[in-house]
């Protein structure tokens, strides 16, 4: 079991709390502080003296690629564990979350078994939003056996068989974002499949306070699909939209979502300058966003939302959506990789 940390003094005992209450227990916990300065890696010596499963290492690289390779090498020199789990300082497993994860390898092609991730959140606005937009990989039981966009494994909350680990390599430190979904598509690459099981559940604790948290957040990992692109697509040209894509080789790598927010509202609004009615259609997109995120909201039993929260729900996501292609879009440019 390998956690990274880094200034998680306020996450990091509920997450250990929940590693220690397992129905199925991790054998050794690696805890991997990553430069803390708040007192994590004080409080994770003390604690340790106390828990015999617990080894605190510290990695002077930063990131959480550095961080969970740290545990790795740590896990592989120690003993020959057949699975090597992985979760973050900042999430909390429910009880079952590491037996359902061993479950999900009854099959010896699944090299990779990732979970869902729930957000645990304040009760604001944004909280509520994030509780109907969070990104949660194993919402719905599924296996992958092939190499597509789409397919990725969530570090906060996944097991990997250690021979499959062997085989590729890794989590790759030059990525600051997406290095788990870099993983988990050398691992479909290699031939291993890759299950996704919704009862495999962790709580992933969220700060972000406020629209501009969320923005800030969505420009950072928009920085992680060209790398992807480059990397595992080079050459292949994708056109997603309104439930369709299109993929061709070509000269150039490129991944163009056409039904993305932004691009829809900025293209009515374009329209609008010659053709005023188009304003109309601009306003009846926005109360389609607005119908999806309040049914999703009730089909999820968000509390607390109430119908005025929805148009801001509306723009936010117009504007993440805007700020994480348009992220993508300026990186992709330095390695000639159009994302969008």
């Known amino acids: 079991m390998v956690v990274p940390v880094r200034n998680g003094r306020r996450t ?3 997450c250990l709390e929940g590693l220690l209450r397992q129905s199925l227990r991790p054998q050794v916990i690696y805890v991997v502080d ?3 300065t708040d ?5 994770l010596q003390e604690f340790a003296v106390r828990e015999p499963s617990l080894r605190v290492l510290r990695e002077a690289r930063r990131g959480p690629a550095a961080a969970r390779n740290a545990g790795i090498r740590a ?3 120690e003993g020959a564990p057949e699975f090597i789990a992985f979760t973050d300082a900042d999430c909390v497993a429910e009880p079952s979350w590491l037996e359902r994860l ?3 390898f009854e099959d010896d092609r699944v090299g990779a078994v990732t979970g869902r991730i729930r957000p645990r959140v304040e009760d604001t606005w944004v909280g509520r939003y994030l509780q109907i937009t969070a990104f949660d990989p194993g919402r719905q039981d599924r296996m992958a056996s092939s190499v597509d966009l789409a397919e990725v494994i969530a570090g906060g909350n996944a097991c990997v068989r250690t021979c499959a680990l062997e085989e590729v390599g890794p989590f790759d430190e030059s990525f600051l974002v997406a290095q788990d979904w870099d993983l988990g598509l050398r691992l479909l690459k290699a031939g291993w499949w890759i299950r996704y099981a919704s009862g495999a559940v962790v709580d992933h604790i969220h700060w972000e306070r406020t629209a501009g948290d969320l923005l800030r957040l969505a420009a950072k990992y928009g920085c992680g699909r060209p790398r992807i692109l480059a990397r595992h697509f080079s050459g292949q040209i994708s056109v997603w939209g309104f439930g369709r894509r299109v993929r061709v080789h070509g000269p150039v790598t490129a991944s163009v979502l056409l039904s993305s927010p932004e ?3 900025g293209a009515l609004c374009a329209v609008a300058l010659s053709r005023p009615w188009a304003l109309g259609l601009a306003v009846l997109y926005a109360a389609y966003l607005g ?8 089909r999820r039993a968000v509390r607390g939302l109430r119908l005025w929260e929805v148009p801001a729900m509306v723009a936010l996501q117009v504007a993440e959506a805007a700020v994480g292609n348009g992220q993508a879009f300026r990186v992709g440019l330095r390695g000639r990789v159009l994302g969008l």
């Open 75 to 77: 896990a592989m020199a």
């Open 34 to 36: 990553n430069g803390s």
């Open 39 to 43: 007192g994590t890696h004080e409080w």
């Open 102 to 104: 061993r479950e999900g």
């Open 291 to 298: 119908v999806r995120i309040w049914s999703a909201g009730r």
């Open 12 to 14: 990091v005992p509920q």
């Open 263 to 265: 691009k829809v509202v």
